[in-house]
């Protein structure tokens, strides 16, 4: 026909190889799906209820494991951990007369639903498998409705952390509602507070009054030192009266995550977020001494991008109160990056001058934790006007009214009307 285009041979003959490409890809495709299968073990390995923590509170006995990335592959027969997606196993008896229900957006707000935990691995042209796996992780879901004297076991399925991790559990029911929760340290990652110890014996530990504590913290050394001890850092503006479970289950509560060990894979992928800008939530922080020892515990509070952050760091001193321990702190808000002689690469993060706004800001962490029960001010840190400041070892300009917040915690949950406020001294602001 006029004109009309004839193919030629040779473009006939790539349309055929085409074609019997996507002939041989499909094939095994259909191959790979007929093979592909989903096998959970038919006798499920339980052993992570070996490390579950159980509480009973107002007749409800809850008992809570976060599983290993190991233990929960063996489970489920899928690397959920690879995902993102970390399995808690939750067992809930309700010896009450009336029923519960369980509320798991208070454990994670973005919590998976098992469905979508299953969908997450599912196999192209696997229909059957897929379909097996969609029961599977809806078998093994925990049922939120909790009948009058029943137990109900089974998993919540939520983001994936490193080093610790902060359980809540909440429960409502028609007089109100029934909160515990439960503080895992693990083993995933290498964290600073893994590896330093304090350098003083359990038999140098003094218990001290109350008249004491104050008297210990208002005279205890204003400031973080550089490692010789020659020079003045960041103040030491907060201290934590509890146990290091306590301490870290209240802050990790809150949002605040642990800090990878400095080393050389941590340190380059610092590198690479302060490079790209991006966010990491586990960066390492840098040392700063105090009685000649670093830091045993930095926390931080990682921001869309490496930047900015907030950060703290702990020691723990040779007293404790009530027989809990006595940690005193430095806390600073970083608000980007300067240049600068006096650090290690010429470059280092700017801190915000006005340091106790950010002890506030953990003030008020605390007591939305729960978990805190007394709260007082005393002298001791570093009295700096902002005409006049103090300076860090990178040169930071920084002003405060020289007081340190002191808070105490309790292993158990506080009312906020049961907070004790000490009459020590008061913030000007």
């Not at 052993?47 to 063996?74: I, Q």
């Not at 809806?138 to 409705?145: C, E, K, P, V, Y």
């Not at 610790?164 to 340290?185: S, T, Y």
Request: hydrophobic share 40%.
């Amino acid at each position: 026909m006029v004109g009309e285009r004839r193919r030629s041979p040779h473009s006939l003959a790539i349309s055929f190889r085409t074609v019997a490409i996507y002939a041989t890809i499909a094939q095994l495709l259909f191959i790979s799906a007929g093979c592909s299968t989903f096998a959970p073990p038919q006798n499920q390995d339980f052993s992570f209820e070996r490390h579950a923590l159980t509480s009973e509170k107002s007749n409800v006995r809850v008992t809570v494991a976060v599983l290993s990335a190991a233990e929960s592959e063996r489970f489920f027969a899928l690397p959920l951990e690879s995902e993102g997606v970390q399995a808690i196993w939750l067992k809930v008896e309700n010896l009450n007369g009336y029923g519960l229900y369980i509320v798991p957006r208070s454990t994670d707000p973005q919590y998976y639903s098992a469905y979508e935990t299953a969908f997450m691995n599912h196999r192209l042209f696997a229909s059957k498998t897929n379909t097996e796996m969609d029961e599977f992780f809806q078998q093994s879901r925990i049922h939120l409705n909790v009948a009058a004297h029943a137990t109900n076991t089974g998993f919540l399925f939520t983001n994936r952390s490193e080093g610790a991790k902060f359980v809540n559990i909440e429960m409502v029911h028609d007089m109100g509602a029934i909160r515990d929760g439960f503080f895992f340290q693990l083993p995933n990652g290498s964290f600073d507070y893994e590896k330093t110890k304090p350098s003083f014996t359990p038999e140098s530990v003094r218990d001290l009054t109350l008249a004491e504590l104050r008297h210990v913290i208002e005279t205890l050394p204003c400031c973080t030192t550089d490692e010789l001890g020659s020079n003045h850092g960041d103040p030491m503006n907060f201290v934590i009266i509890g146990s290091e479970d306590d301490v870290l289950g209240a802050l990790t509560r809150q949002g605040w995550d642990p800090t990878h060990v400095l080393a050389i894979g941590t340190a380059w992928r610092t590198i690479g977020a302060f490079l790209s800008g991006d966010t990491y939530l586990h960066s390492p922080v840098s040392s700063l001494y105090f009685f000649g020892r670093q830091q045993d515990i930095a926390m931080q509070k990682a921001r869309s991008t490496i930047h900015r952050r907030n950060h703290l760091r702990l020691w723990r001193v040779p007293y404790t109160y009530l027989g809990r321990a006595v940690w005193i702190g430095q806390i600073s808000r970083d608000i980007g990056v300067h240049f600068t002689v006096n650090a290690r690469f010429f470059v280092t993060h700017k801190i915000d001058p006005d340091v106790d706004s950010e002890r506030s800001y953990l003030v008020q962490d605390l007591i939305a934790s729960d978990y805190l029960y007394a709260l007082a001010y005393a002298k001791g840190a570093v009295k700096a006007s902002q005409e006049h400041p103090a300076a860090n070892l990178t040169g930071d300009p920084y002003f405060s009214d020289g007081l340190r917040a002191v808070m105490l915690l309790s292993s158990k949950p506080v009312p906020d009307d049961h907070i004790d406020l000490l009459q020590w001294e008061m913030p000007a602001d």
